[in-house]
Protein backbone atom coordinates (compact mmCIF):
# COMPACT_ATOMS: atom_id res chain seq x y z
CA UNK A 1 0.00 0.00 0.00
CA UNK A 2 1.38 3.47 -0.95
CA UNK A 3 2.48 6.11 1.88
CA UNK A 4 0.83 8.95 1.22
CA UNK A 5 3.45 12.12 0.73
CA UNK A 6 4.06 14.07 3.81
CA UNK A 7 3.09 18.17 3.09
CA UNK A 8 4.06 21.06 5.27
CA UNK A 9 0.95 23.08 5.79
CA UNK A 10 3.16 25.76 7.37
CA UNK A 11 2.80 29.14 4.65
CA UNK A 12 5.77 30.08 2.67
CA UNK A 13 7.76 32.53 4.20
CA UNK A 14 8.15 35.74 2.37
CA UNK A 15 10.93 36.87 -0.07
CA UNK A 16 11.92 39.73 2.69
CA UNK A 17 12.17 37.59 5.41
CA UNK A 18 14.35 35.32 3.64
CA UNK A 19 17.04 37.81 2.17
CA UNK A 20 16.98 39.09 5.67
CA UNK A 21 17.76 35.21 6.97
CA UNK A 22 20.95 35.09 4.47
CA UNK A 23 21.88 38.41 5.66
CA UNK A 24 22.37 37.38 9.25
CA UNK A 25 24.54 34.75 7.41
CA UNK A 26 26.94 37.22 6.40
CA UNK A 27 26.59 35.96 2.69
CA UNK A 28 24.48 38.61 1.24
CA UNK A 29 26.68 40.80 2.86
CA UNK A 30 29.69 39.66 1.91
CA UNK A 31 28.85 39.71 -1.74
CA UNK A 32 27.23 43.17 -1.32
CA UNK A 33 30.64 44.69 0.34
CA UNK A 34 32.92 42.90 -2.52
CA UNK A 35 30.51 43.45 -5.29
CA UNK A 36 30.40 47.62 -4.05
CA UNK A 37 34.56 47.21 -3.81
CA UNK A 38 34.59 46.05 -7.39
CA UNK A 39 32.11 48.74 -9.03
CA UNK A 40 33.79 51.21 -7.06
CA UNK A 41 37.52 50.27 -8.57
CA UNK A 42 35.73 50.41 -12.15
CA UNK A 43 34.18 53.36 -11.81
CA UNK A 44 37.58 54.80 -10.38
CA UNK A 45 38.99 54.16 -13.54
CA UNK A 46 36.17 55.14 -15.66
CA UNK A 47 36.45 58.16 -14.14
CA UNK A 48 40.18 58.89 -14.70
CA UNK A 49 40.08 57.97 -18.68
CA UNK A 50 37.12 60.53 -18.76
CA UNK A 51 38.12 63.28 -16.62
CA UNK A 52 41.66 63.16 -18.62
CA UNK A 53 39.60 62.78 -21.96
CA UNK A 54 37.71 65.37 -21.43
CA UNK A 55 40.17 67.97 -19.81
CA UNK A 56 42.16 66.88 -23.31
CA UNK A 57 39.36 68.15 -25.69
CA UNK A 58 41.45 71.02 -27.17
CA UNK A 59 44.16 69.60 -27.83
CA UNK A 60 42.48 66.31 -29.25
CA UNK A 61 40.42 68.97 -31.58
CA UNK A 62 43.87 70.81 -32.65
CA UNK A 63 46.33 68.30 -33.29
CA UNK A 64 44.20 64.83 -33.43
CA UNK A 65 46.24 61.91 -33.88
CA UNK A 66 49.18 63.75 -35.51
CA UNK A 67 50.30 64.97 -31.77
CA UNK A 68 51.67 61.45 -31.15
CA UNK A 69 53.90 62.02 -34.54
CA UNK A 70 55.02 65.34 -34.33
CA UNK A 71 58.17 66.08 -32.78
CA UNK A 72 57.65 69.79 -32.46
CA UNK A 73 57.25 70.93 -28.62
CA UNK A 74 57.37 74.52 -28.91
CA UNK A 75 54.81 76.58 -26.04
CA UNK A 76 55.32 79.90 -27.20
CA UNK A 77 53.78 78.59 -30.82
CA UNK A 78 51.40 76.68 -29.64
CA UNK A 79 53.19 73.63 -31.40
CA UNK A 80 53.15 70.37 -29.39
CA UNK A 81 53.97 66.80 -30.65
CA UNK A 82 54.17 64.18 -28.17
CA UNK A 83 56.68 62.10 -29.70
CA UNK A 84 59.65 62.58 -28.53
CA UNK A 85 58.46 62.00 -25.25
CA UNK A 86 57.35 59.15 -26.28
CA UNK A 87 60.49 57.77 -27.58
CA UNK A 88 62.26 58.58 -23.91
CA UNK A 89 59.64 57.04 -21.57
CA UNK A 90 59.78 53.63 -23.72
CA UNK A 91 63.37 53.87 -24.40
CA UNK A 92 64.24 54.54 -20.70
CA UNK A 93 61.78 51.62 -19.88
CA UNK A 94 63.24 48.94 -21.85
CA UNK A 95 66.64 49.73 -21.20
CA UNK A 96 65.83 49.70 -17.86
CA UNK A 97 64.02 45.80 -18.66
CA UNK A 98 67.31 44.74 -20.73
CA UNK A 99 69.64 45.64 -17.62
CA UNK A 100 67.51 44.90 -14.56
CA UNK A 101 65.42 41.33 -15.93
CA UNK A 102 69.03 38.97 -15.93
CA UNK A 103 69.98 40.18 -12.50
CA UNK A 104 66.57 40.34 -10.94
CA UNK A 105 65.85 36.82 -12.38
CA UNK A 106 69.29 35.69 -11.43
CA UNK A 107 69.08 37.10 -8.03
CA UNK A 108 65.74 35.27 -7.40
CA UNK A 109 67.18 32.06 -8.52
CA UNK A 110 69.91 32.18 -6.12
CA UNK A 111 67.78 32.99 -2.98
CA UNK A 112 65.31 30.10 -3.91
CA UNK A 113 67.70 27.71 -4.85
CA UNK A 114 71.20 28.55 -3.77
CA UNK A 115 71.07 30.12 -0.86
CA UNK A 116 70.97 28.74 2.37
CA UNK A 117 67.31 29.49 4.24
CA UNK A 118 68.78 32.51 6.73
CA UNK A 119 71.01 33.71 4.18
CA UNK A 120 67.70 34.23 1.90
CA UNK A 121 65.30 35.77 4.32
CA UNK A 122 68.21 38.49 5.28
CA UNK A 123 69.13 39.22 1.41
CA UNK A 124 65.46 39.22 0.26
CA UNK A 125 64.34 41.90 3.09
CA UNK A 126 66.91 44.14 2.39
CA UNK A 127 66.12 43.36 -1.46
CA UNK A 128 62.54 44.65 -0.65
CA UNK A 129 63.70 47.56 1.32
CA UNK A 130 64.76 49.07 -2.18
CA UNK A 131 61.08 49.19 -3.19
CA UNK A 132 60.37 51.70 -0.25
CA UNK A 133 63.31 54.03 -0.87
CA UNK A 134 61.84 57.23 -2.25
CA UNK A 135 62.21 57.74 -5.79
CA UNK A 136 63.78 61.81 -5.13
CA UNK A 137 66.28 60.26 -3.38
CA UNK A 138 67.06 57.33 -6.22
CA UNK A 139 67.27 61.19 -8.57
CA UNK A 140 69.44 62.31 -6.06
CA UNK A 141 71.89 59.35 -6.11
CA UNK A 142 71.82 59.58 -9.35
CA UNK A 143 72.69 63.34 -10.22
CA UNK A 144 75.65 63.13 -7.52
CA UNK A 145 76.93 59.33 -8.02
CA UNK A 146 75.89 58.12 -11.42
CA UNK A 147 76.29 61.17 -13.60
CA UNK A 148 79.47 61.68 -12.48
CA UNK A 149 80.23 57.99 -13.25
CA UNK A 150 79.18 58.23 -16.73
CA UNK A 151 80.82 61.16 -17.66
CA UNK A 152 84.09 60.15 -16.51
CA UNK A 153 84.57 56.71 -16.18
CA UNK A 154 81.85 54.44 -18.37
CA UNK A 155 81.46 56.87 -21.63
CA UNK A 156 85.11 56.52 -22.44
CA UNK A 157 84.95 52.94 -21.83
CA UNK A 158 81.98 52.46 -23.97
CA UNK A 159 83.23 54.56 -26.62
CA UNK A 160 86.08 52.70 -27.06
CA UNK A 161 84.59 49.22 -26.81
CA UNK A 162 81.89 50.27 -28.61
CA UNK A 163 81.92 53.64 -30.42
CA UNK A 164 81.01 52.38 -33.79
CA UNK A 165 77.59 52.02 -32.68
CA UNK A 166 75.09 54.67 -32.98
CA UNK A 167 73.86 53.86 -29.25
CA UNK A 168 77.00 55.10 -28.10
CA UNK A 169 78.05 58.17 -30.15
CA UNK A 170 78.27 62.29 -29.69
CA UNK A 171 78.96 63.88 -26.73
CA UNK A 172 77.48 63.63 -23.47
CA UNK A 173 77.35 65.76 -20.12
CA UNK A 174 76.19 62.39 -18.23
CA UNK A 175 72.51 63.57 -17.91
CA UNK A 176 71.38 61.07 -20.65
CA UNK A 177 68.66 57.81 -21.83
CA UNK A 178 71.30 55.92 -20.17
CA UNK A 179 71.64 57.36 -16.83
CA UNK A 180 67.58 57.30 -16.68
CA UNK A 181 67.54 53.51 -17.68
CA UNK A 182 70.09 52.83 -15.04
CA UNK A 183 68.13 54.52 -12.03
CA UNK A 184 65.37 52.52 -13.16
CA UNK A 185 67.06 49.36 -13.14
CA UNK A 186 67.59 49.89 -9.70
CA UNK A 187 64.41 50.59 -9.13
CA UNK A 188 62.53 48.03 -10.81
CA UNK A 189 64.90 45.29 -9.57
CA UNK A 190 63.52 44.92 -6.24
CA UNK A 191 59.76 43.89 -7.69
CA UNK A 192 61.35 41.33 -10.26
CA UNK A 193 63.59 40.05 -7.48
CA UNK A 194 60.78 39.59 -4.74
CA UNK A 195 57.57 38.48 -6.97
CA UNK A 196 60.20 35.89 -9.10
CA UNK A 197 61.19 34.66 -5.66
CA UNK A 198 58.24 33.74 -4.41
CA UNK A 199 57.10 32.15 -7.27
CA UNK A 200 60.23 29.91 -7.76
CA UNK A 201 59.79 28.91 -4.54
CA UNK A 202 55.50 27.95 -4.91
CA UNK A 203 56.89 25.26 -7.74
CA UNK A 204 56.20 21.90 -6.05
CA UNK A 205 59.24 20.31 -3.88
CA UNK A 206 57.69 16.64 -5.66
CA UNK A 207 59.19 17.86 -8.87
CA UNK A 208 62.89 19.05 -7.30
CA UNK A 209 63.17 16.28 -5.58
CA UNK A 210 61.98 13.89 -8.92
CA UNK A 211 64.88 15.44 -10.80
CA UNK A 212 67.58 14.84 -7.96
CA UNK A 213 66.46 11.31 -7.68
CA UNK A 214 66.93 10.95 -11.75
CA UNK A 215 70.59 12.21 -11.57
CA UNK A 216 70.30 15.69 -12.42
CA UNK A 217 72.67 18.15 -10.30
CA UNK A 218 70.79 20.87 -8.69
CA UNK A 219 71.80 23.43 -11.69
CA UNK A 220 70.17 21.23 -13.93
CA UNK A 221 67.13 20.55 -11.97
CA UNK A 222 66.81 24.62 -11.39
CA UNK A 223 67.02 25.17 -15.25
CA UNK A 224 64.83 22.61 -17.04
CA UNK A 225 62.35 21.67 -13.73
CA UNK A 226 62.51 25.02 -11.75
CA UNK A 227 62.76 27.55 -14.37
CA UNK A 228 59.85 26.33 -17.11
CA UNK A 229 57.32 26.04 -13.99
CA UNK A 230 57.82 29.43 -12.50
CA UNK A 231 58.26 30.76 -16.38
CA UNK A 232 54.62 32.75 -16.44
CA UNK A 233 54.97 34.32 -13.20
CA UNK A 234 58.35 35.31 -14.03
CA UNK A 235 57.32 36.80 -17.11
CA UNK A 236 54.29 38.83 -14.90
CA UNK A 237 56.70 40.05 -12.47
CA UNK A 238 58.88 41.78 -15.57
CA UNK A 239 55.78 43.15 -17.14
CA UNK A 240 54.78 44.61 -13.68
CA UNK A 241 58.46 45.92 -13.53
CA UNK A 242 57.65 47.62 -16.64
CA UNK A 243 54.74 49.22 -16.02
CA UNK A 244 56.61 50.94 -12.79
CA UNK A 245 59.13 51.97 -15.35
CA UNK A 246 56.66 53.76 -17.52
CA UNK A 247 55.16 55.83 -14.44
CA UNK A 248 58.61 56.89 -12.71
CA UNK A 249 58.70 60.43 -12.71
CA UNK A 250 60.57 62.05 -10.16
CA UNK A 251 64.19 60.00 -10.43
CA UNK A 252 64.01 59.92 -14.34
CA UNK A 253 63.25 63.58 -14.29
CA UNK A 254 66.54 64.44 -12.30
CA UNK A 255 69.01 62.35 -14.61
CA UNK A 256 67.48 62.33 -18.54
CA UNK A 257 68.35 65.65 -19.36
CA UNK A 258 64.96 66.98 -20.11
CA UNK A 259 65.72 67.72 -23.54
CA UNK A 260 62.38 66.74 -26.05
CA UNK A 261 64.66 65.46 -29.06
CA UNK A 262 65.01 62.24 -30.51
CA UNK A 263 68.21 60.58 -30.86
CA UNK A 264 69.77 57.27 -31.29
CA UNK A 265 72.73 57.66 -28.88
CA UNK A 266 72.10 56.49 -25.21
CA UNK A 267 74.64 59.13 -24.25
CA UNK A 268 72.48 62.07 -25.37
CA UNK A 269 69.54 63.66 -22.99
CA UNK A 270 65.96 62.80 -23.94
CA UNK A 271 62.71 63.76 -21.89
CA UNK A 272 59.85 61.70 -20.64
CA UNK A 273 56.01 61.54 -20.62
CA UNK A 274 55.56 61.88 -16.67
CA UNK A 275 58.94 64.39 -16.31
CA UNK A 276 57.39 66.52 -19.28
CA UNK A 277 54.49 66.74 -16.89
CA UNK A 278 56.21 67.15 -13.67
CA UNK A 279 58.36 69.67 -15.00
CA UNK A 280 55.45 72.18 -17.26
CA UNK A 281 52.30 71.49 -15.76
CA UNK A 282 52.78 74.19 -12.93
CA UNK A 283 54.21 76.99 -15.57
CA UNK A 284 51.38 75.94 -18.08
CA UNK A 285 49.78 79.06 -19.37
CA UNK A 286 47.22 78.69 -21.83
CA UNK A 287 44.60 76.15 -22.53
CA UNK A 288 46.34 74.67 -25.17
CA UNK A 289 49.33 74.39 -23.35
CA UNK A 290 47.12 73.04 -20.03
CA UNK A 291 45.15 70.71 -22.58
CA UNK A 292 48.45 69.14 -24.39
CA UNK A 293 49.88 68.40 -20.82
CA UNK A 294 46.73 66.38 -19.94
CA UNK A 295 46.93 64.66 -23.60
CA UNK A 296 50.22 63.67 -22.50
CA UNK A 297 48.77 61.71 -19.67
CA UNK A 298 45.93 59.95 -21.66
CA UNK A 299 48.85 59.00 -23.72
CA UNK A 300 51.12 57.37 -20.88
CA UNK A 301 47.68 55.42 -19.36
CA UNK A 302 47.06 54.17 -22.66
CA UNK A 303 50.22 53.31 -22.98
CA UNK A 304 50.61 51.71 -19.86
CA UNK A 305 46.89 49.71 -20.43
CA UNK A 306 48.34 48.40 -23.78
CA UNK A 307 51.65 46.85 -22.60
CA UNK A 308 49.43 45.49 -19.60
CA UNK A 309 46.95 43.99 -22.39
CA UNK A 310 49.91 42.56 -24.51
CA UNK A 311 51.41 41.33 -21.24
CA UNK A 312 48.34 39.64 -20.18
CA UNK A 313 47.90 37.88 -24.25
CA UNK A 314 51.59 36.98 -23.98
CA UNK A 315 51.07 35.07 -20.23
CA UNK A 316 47.74 33.96 -21.65
CA UNK A 317 49.42 32.15 -24.91
CA UNK A 318 52.59 30.91 -22.39
CA UNK A 319 50.14 29.53 -19.84
CA UNK A 320 48.27 27.83 -22.66
CA UNK A 321 51.65 26.24 -24.39
CA UNK A 322 53.24 24.78 -21.12
CA UNK A 323 49.82 23.25 -20.20
Not at 67 to 72: A, G, I, K, R, V
Not at 93 to 115: D, Q
Request: proline share 6%.
Amino acid sequence: MATPALTSNLPPRPASRAFFDRLRGGDEIAYLLTLACTVATFLIVVFLVGELWFRSQAAIKAFGLNFLFTSTWNPNADQFGALPFIYGTCVTSFLALLIAVPFGVASAVFLSEMAPPMLSNIFTFLIELLAAVPSVIYGLLGVFILVPVIRHDLVPVLKHAFGFLPVFKGNTFGFSFLSAGLVLSVMIMPFIVSVSREVLLAVPVEQREAALALGATKWEMTWQIVLPNAKTGILGSIFLALARALGETMAVTMVIGNTPVISASLLSPGYSIAAVIANEFAEANGALYVSSLIFLGLVLFGLTIVINAVARIFILMTSRRTA
